[in-house]
């Protein structure tokens, strides 16, 4: 008893540490920008991921009970409740909630590992582990402070599922069934798109079953009860349910029925679809397409948003192990001792899956690393303890673990030091989407890229058409459109999107009174417009926007933002539209070059990356292409930054050149750029009186006002 009270004061002494060592790793993001105003709103810095705004819009709706119909606000979300709750019950403003919650919760994977550790007998290995996992690369940089996301808690909560699977399979322990099923509960009510580790862990349980225990009844169990905590019912019936399994299987006279527990619980599994979340994300990060083709109606072709996703693209070697072990030896160093730990340790061969998961970041995206971090931690961890255990005195037993574990850690270390990742939005843009809050209406919409909806929603509480969740090629399609053509057929499908926006939104609200065959179908907003307008091809719908056709009656106001930083994706931007939706062609992308690095020697201009502008002749040298310059115009602001331009035009056909003085930014564009409603309205305020107002305008920032 004396020992195992010991024993136990050790595990928290460990856990305490290392969730301080954590805390204390983060926050030095928040003293390197200690004081710097840009970064800061309302006394306190700013989150630094867009998608964080879209769980801080989600709790402060449901703070303030205030939700209008629509609005995408997440208020029945898991990230969102965690936060409204600690908002409400700590004694900080939301701000400070919403920048540090990230720290505190990202840092409770040190407990699971430790415990797991604990269940090996091999605290030491355990607390090491805790220590790297904690700070991992890829791990800090998606908990880090001001990174509000459901990663905050998507590796600590498999990581109890792991624990509570080992001591499962190691005890046959009625608790320890109750743990599993609550784990997963709370996983997939966190993160819904658990499945697809979930049901791996199942199946090399399964798998583990039938080849070496398949007489343990416990380990059949063990399966039904994870099935059904997996299968897609609502939880109000799924927590009777299982705790109706758990009484059965308490019960002697129900063993014999075990089987066919097991088996009407992967059957309901299948029935409910749970075997499609797992697939839909097979296609989305392995199989996707370059072009996503709709199904129904005129089966448009649509540029799939998987490809512009860095975290999403494949990565090179380095990075991948960089950001699983901090560095490539470590990382080599963490295989082999994983490799000898589960030689050691075979219950080990249960976190198999997240290294799986991690390891599909070799092909899917870097976004996946992050699962691997803890278990791997544990291969290195193990080695060092291993080593330690054979040195001749304590003295050099933990000379030896504190050597080694710094050297694993540094390399960590210093990547968080040097990694200083801005905030999502600067306070002087924030102060104009906070601006635009107190002009628009609530179920007004505001037009920008969807890198930018979850802030503007946030700060302007309003609507908007895209967002970092709602970017598919057919949604994006429309916006691109809209920033990337000229003004009077980007001013137009502004307001055509917004009105079947709202449009489709009535249809489905009134399916879901309706029968399955009765239901009416919804297509994309662009293909529901063609047909609308008696057009058989798309593209003749495009073209028709050129023309005086009648628009649909204005229900809301529409506000566009356009800031400055869009420069840097506009191409991307442009991508979305940029494609033939009847057979899927991508066109000819616009010629539009950015350059923020330049030097001038005489009359000579070099952008970088063999673009050279010849002042004097007025031309630009693109590789072995001599183009003219058709338009030199510079853009400053002068006082009381008040917005100025010069402009040489010839007349000769040929290019653009912007030189953006107070931005030292130059751009070489084509006339498509040029004219676009992007380029007219932010970078020149060039825009028509007859369709747009100028509402709000800055350097970093400019918003104006769809008037038809």
């Known amino acids: 008893m004396n020992s195992l009270t010991k024993e136990t004061k050790l595990t928290l002494l460990y856990i305490l540490l290392a969730f301080t060592f954590s805390v204390a790793m983060r926050m030095i993001w928040y003293f390197n920008f200690s004081g710097y105003e840009p970064f800061m709103f309302n006394g306190q810095f700013m989150i630094n991921t867009n998608d964080g705004y879209f769980w801080a819009e989600g709790a402060r709706d449901i703070i303030s009970g205030i939700s209008q119909e629509n609005d995408l606000s997440p208020i029945t979300r898991a990230a969102s409740y965690i936060t409204a709750f600690f908002a409400i019950v700590m004694p900080f403003s939301f701000e400070s909630v919403i920048l540090f919650l990230p720290v505190f919760l990202s840092s409770l994977i040190v407990i699971p590992v430790i415990l797991i550790a ?104 063990l399966l039904a009860i994870m099935m059904f905590a997996m299968i897609k019912i609502g939880l109000l019936i799924k927590v009777p349910l299982i705790l109706v399994i758990l009484y059965i299987f308490k019960q002697d006279k129900f063993q014999k029925y075990i089987y066919y527990i097991l088996g009407t619980s992967i059957l309901l599994f299948l029935i409910m679809g749970g075997i499609d979340p797992i697939l839909n994300k097979l296609n989305a990060y392995i199989f996707a397409n370059k072009v996503v083709v709709a199904q129904d109606g005129f089966k448009l072709h649509f540029y799939a948003v998987m490809q512009t996703i860095r975290e999403a693209g494949q990565i090179p070697f380095e990075t991948f192990a960089n950001r699983i072990s901090g560095h490539a030896i470590t990382f080599i160093i963490s295989i082999i001792g994983f490799i000898y730990l589960v030689y050691r340790e075979k219950i080990m061969l249960f976190a198999l899956p997240m290294i799986g998961l991690g390891f599909l970041a070799s092909i899917a995206g870097l976004r996946f690393t992050i699962y691997a971090v803890p278990i791997l931690a544990f291969g290195v961890a193990f080695l060092i303890a291993e080593i330690a255990r054979v040195m001749p005195t304590k003295k050099l037993k933990f000379l030896t673990i504190f050597a080694l574990t710094l050297a694993i850690l540094y390399p960590n270390y210093k990547h968080i030091e040097a990694y200083k990742v801005p905030t999502v939005f600067n306070v002087d843009e ?61 001013s137009k499908m502004a307001r055509l999107d917004v009105e079947y926006r709202e449009k489709a939104f009535k249809v489905s609200k009134i399916n879901q009174n309706l029968s399955k065959d009765k239901k009416i179908k919804i297509f994309s907003n662009i293909e529901q417009m063609t047909k609308d307008y008696d057009f058989n091809d798309t593209n003749d719908f495009l073209l028709s926007l050129e023309t005086d056709i009648k628009l649909p009656e204005k229900t809301r106001d529409i506000y566009f933002y356009l800031p400055y930083r869009m420069l840097d994706i506009y191409p991307t931007v442009k991508t979305f539209s940029n494609i033939d939706l009847m057979n899927g062609k991508m066109k000819n992308q616009p010629l539009f070059y950015v350059s923020k690095r330049f030097k001038q020697e005489k009359n ?91 509402v709000i305008t800055n350097p970093h920032v400019k918003v104006y006002k769809l008037k038809i």
Do not use: C
Not at 120 to 142: D, P, T
Not at 635 to 661: A, D, H, L, P, R
């Open 118 to 221: 604990k269940s090996l007998n091999n605290l030491e290995m355990g607390f090491i582990a805790a220590l790297l996992s904690s700070i991992a690369w890829s791990y800090y940089n998606r908990t880090m402070v001001g990174y509000l996301d459901t990663d905050m808690l998507n590796i600590v909560l498999p990581m109890f599922l792991l624990w509570a699977i080992i001591l499962a399979i190691k005890t046959d322990e009625d608790k320890y069934l109750i743990i599993t099923a609550a784990s997963i509960l709370i996983y997939t009510w966190w993160y819904p798109k658990s499945y697809a580790l979930e049901f791996s862990f199942f199946a090399l349980i399964f798998f583990y079953t039938l080849l070496w225990d398949r007489k343990n009844l416990y380990n059949y169990k």
């Open 430 to 490: 924030v102060n104009v989407l906070t601006k635009l809050g107190s002009i628009a209406d609530k179920e007004d919409y505001v037009v920008g890229w969807w890198d930018y909806g979850y802030p503007i929603r946030y700060y302007s509480d309003v609507k908007t058409l895209v967002d970092g969740g709602k970017h598919s090629g057919e949604v994006n399609f429309p916006v691109s459109f809209v920033l990337t053509n000229a003004q009077e057929v980007s």
């Open 604 to 694: 000579i201009v070099d952008l970088g990356r063999g673009v050279l502008f010849n002042f004097k002749d007025q031309s630009v040298k693109i590789g072995d292409r001599n183009i003219p310059v058709k338009r030199f115009i510079k853009t400053s602001y002068g006082k009381n930054m008040k917005f100025q331009k010069e402009m040489q035009e010839s007349k000769s056909n040929g290019i653009t050149v912007i030189y953006m003085k107070n931005y030292n930014t130059f751009l070489v564009i084509d006339d498509e750029s040029y004219y676009s409603t992007y380029i007219q309205l932010m970078v020149l305020e060039e825009y028509d009186k007859s369709l747009f107002e100028q």
